[in-house]
C-alpha cells in the first residue's frame, strides 16, 4: 500500500509539511517537560520554555485551520484533518499545564515514580511523530500506531499505581490533591496521543 | 413509522447485530458493577469481572471501526455510527473506571446511598438496550430515550445529594477526595447513556 | 464581506433568530450569577434564578435540534450549526453548575476575587452574544471572536493566580476542594465561549 497518499503531495504537500512541524514541536515539548523534572532547579524557566513551546504549537494548529478553511480539496478528509489538529493541539495544550503545575502548586521536589510516567509520554511523542511522518506509508505508520496504544495502556497502568501509592504514603491531603493532579494531567496527555493515533488509523484504513 | 430502516437490513444486518451486543455487553457491566456493590466481597475479582467485560467492548469496538472503515454503504449516516460505537464504548469504560476505584482507593466499605446511584445507572443501560434494538422501530425507540433522559435527571439529582451528605458527614478530606471522585465518575457513566441516547434520537429523525 | 449570509434568510431566518435567542439567553445567565456573588443574600433562590435560565437554554436547543433535523437545507454547514448549538449549550449548563456549587457546599462567603473571573465570564458571553447577533457581517464577527480569545486567555490567568492564592492562603483542605472546583468551574464556562466562537470563526472563514 506505500505511496497511497503520495498522489496528493504536490498538491496539498504544505498541509503535510505542518502536520509534520506540529508533531516535532509535541516531541520538544515532551522532551522539555522530561528534562526539567530530571534536572528539578531553575523550575520557573524550565516551565517558561514549555511554554514557548505551546506558543509555537497554537500558531501551527492556526495556519493550518486556516489554509484548511480557504483550500477546497484537501489530501484527506477535511473533517479527519481538522480532527488530527484539533487532538494534536490537545497534546501540547496538556504537555504545558502539567508543566505550569510545578510552578502554580510550588512542588519543591519531583515524587518518585513521576518520571517514568514522562518518560512513557515522551515516548509516546516520540511514535505518534513517527506515525505523522509516515502516513503516505500506511504498513509504517499502523505499527507506530499500535505502539502508541501499547504507550498508551503502559501509562494508564503507572498511573493508576502512582495514585494508590499516594494515598497509601501521603498522609497530607493537600499533597495529594496537588499530585494527584498532576498524575492526571500527564495521563491525559498520553490519552490525547491516542486520540492523535485514532484519526491517523482511521485515515490510513479509509484510505486503504 | 415503523420499519424505516428495515430497507437496509439484508445489506447492514451486521451493524446492527453488533450495536446490540455492545448494548448487551454494557448492560452485564452495569449489572456485574451494581452486584459487586450489593455483595461487597472478594472486590478484586469482581472488579476484575467488570474489567474483562470492559475488554469485551473493546473487541466489538474494533469490529464496528473496522466494518466501518471498510463498508461503502452504511444503515446510517458514517458519521453518527462512529458517534453511537464511540459513545457506548465511552459507558462501558467509564462503568470499568468506577469499578476499578474500589480497588485501587482500598475502598473497605460501601457508602450508604451509592448503590441507588448505581441502580439509576443499571436501569439507563437497560433503557440503552432497549432503545438500540428498536431503532427499526422509531415510536418505540424514543420512549426509551426519553426515559434515559429522566434517569439523567435523575442519577445528577442523586450524585448532588450524595456528594452535599459527603460534605456534611466525612470529616476525613481523603475519604472526601475519594468518594466524591466515585460519585462523579458513576454519574458521568449515566452522562454517557444520555450522549448515545441523544445519537439514537438524532438517527431516528434524520431519517423519519 | 458583509451580508455573506444574508442570501439564505428569507429562508432560514429562524435559525438565526433561535441561535440569538439562545446567546441573549446565555448573557441572562452570566448577569444572574455576577449578581449573585455581587449580593450574596438568599443564595438558594437566586441559585433557582440561574436554574431556570438553565431550563429555557435546554428548550431553546431541543427547538434548534429538532428544527435542524427536520430541514434539508440549512444556511451554512448542518455540522457546524449542531457544534454551535452544542456548545452553546454548554455555556450555560457550566454557568448552573458554577452558581448551584454555591448552595451544594453550603459556601457562606464569597472568597475574594471569585467576581473578577466571573466578570470576566459575564464580558465573554456579552461578545459571544454580539458574535452571533454580527454573523450576517463577518469583519465585525471576527472582532468579538478576538475579543473572546483574549478574555478566555485573561480567565485562565486569573483562574491559576486565585488556584495559587488558595493553596498558599487555605489551610483547610475541604475548603481547597470546594474552592478549586468552583474556581475551575468558571474557567471552563469561558473556555466554552471560546469554543462557540471557534464554530463561528470557521462558519465565516468558509463561507467567505
Not at 526539567?36 to 520554555?49: A, D, I, N, S, W
Not at 490537545?90 to 521536589?109: E, M
Not at 494508564?156 to 491531603?173: G, W
Request: charged share 30%; net charge negative.
Amino acid at each position: 500500500m506505500p505511496g497511497f497518499l503520495q498522489r496528493f503531495m504536490p498538491r496539498d504537500g504544505d498541509f503535510f509539511v505542518l502536520f509534520r512541524k506540529q508533531a516535532e514541536n509535541i516531541v520538544s515539548g515532551a522532551n522539555a517537560f522530561t528534562s526539567m523534572l530530571e534536572h528539578y532547579t531553575g523550575v520557573p524557566e524550565q516551565v517558561q520554555r514549555v511554554k514557548a513551546i505551546e506558543h509555537q504549537g497554537d500558531e501551527i494548529t492556526h495556519q493550518i485551520f486556516r489554509k484548511l478553511n480557504q483550500t477546497f480539496i484537501t489530501p484527506f478528509d477535511r473533517e479527519d484533518m481538522h480532527e488530527l489538529c484539533g487532538t494534536m493541539d490537545d497534546v501540547i495544550d496538556l504537555i504545558d499545564a502539567a508543566a505550569s503545575r510545578f510552578v502554580l502548586y510550588r512542588v519543591d521536589r519531583v515524587r518518585s515514580g513521576t518520571i517514568d510516567l514522562t518518560k512513557v509520554l515522551a515516548a509516546a511523542t516520540a511514535e505518534l511523530s513517527c506515525a505523522v511522518h509516515a502516513m503516505e506509508s500506511p504498513d509504517k505508520a499502523l505499527q507506530h500506531v499500535i505502539e502508541i496504544n501499547r504507550l498508551e495502556n503502559e501509562s494508564d497502568r503507572i498511573c493508576r499505581t502512582l495514585i494508590a501509592q499516594l494515598f497509601e504514603e501521603e498522609k497530607d491531603p493537600v499533597q495529594i490533591i496537588k499530585w494527584k493532579e498532576i498524575f492526571e494531567v500527564i495521563e491525559t496527555a498520553v490519552d490525547k496521543c491516542e486520540d492523535v493515533s485514532n484519526v491517523i488509523e482511521s485515515v490510513i484504513l479509509k484510505n486503504a
